[in-house]
């Protein structure tokens, strides 16, 4: 009974963690409009993220937890590098390449490859009820990100292998997660990881070239956006994990983040969202729904009641 409370907690946090990613298009919105490039953008959301969660990190576990081994060290740097660095690459590259609605509808192919991943690495079981699930979540996403209408002439070879790629990487998150989750507390391994992906993408903007300037406004919003839809989300992200014992559908109920960003461009932004777009958040909410469904079970032999 308390196993099972705390798979139902541990969905919560995840499901909360993908309300407050729903906003991040509020905040790319206020960093573009402030100067702000999609380098610089990454880089301040992971440099600042790291800033934000050390003292939290460091007064919640004490400053004798944040020494790892270097084995740690590097599951950590790949964490970093995969799911937060080359993962928001990827993914501003997919969105000049194929638009946005595009984009993001390869960014989530993700369940696709964590299921993958769950049943080779974890034997997780595959049943009928979670490929529907992730059927309807992926059919759901792109309705809700398209409007139900694709231009042919956006897409791009190029563009679809870099989409599918950020998804890929976005993928590998619970799956990091759920290894980690079992070698170090969560906020040591968050916190690490946020370092290594911001020395990643600073190498990438490479600021000492010159061009790179940091406005005070910029500077603003990208502790902001660090803060909310960062440290605050992947806090509530990871705790969630090592409640849940089946990481494939973690990001199946994280991608209520498109029914939130949605929401956010309606009401903002104005975006028109549609009869497919209202169609494609109800399968994403079906989704969630019959990925927990549980399976009845069976009977007992009376001869066996009372064990």
Known sequence: ???SRAGRGG?????????????IGLFVKQLEASGSTPEMTAFLRMAFAFLLFLPYCAAGTGMGSLRISGKDLLFCAAQGFVCYGLFNMLYSRAVVLVGVSVGAVLLYTAPVFTL????????????????IAVVLNILGCALTATGGRLDPQALSVSGILVGVGAGFCYSLTPIFGHFGARRMDSRVMTLYSFGFAALFLL???????????????????GALFALIPTVCAYFLYYRGLGQIPEPSRVP?????????AAGVGTLLYRDRLGLPGMLGILLVLVSIGVMNLRPRKSRKNPAEAGK
Request: proline fraction near 2%; aromatic fraction near 16%; charge should be positive.
């Open 1 to 3: 009974m308390e196993n």
């Open 11 to 23: 969905y919560l946090l995840i499901l909360a963690a993908g309300v407050l990613w729903g906003f």
């Open 116 to 131: 993958i991943f769950s049943v080779i690495l974890f034997r997780e079981s595959f049943t009928g009820r979670k490929l």
């Open 203 to 221: 190498l990438r903007l490479q600021p000492w070239r010159g061009g790179v300037r940091f406005s005070g406004r910029i500077l603003l919003w």
């Open 252 to 260: 199946v109920i994280a991608s209520v983040e498109t029914v939130v």
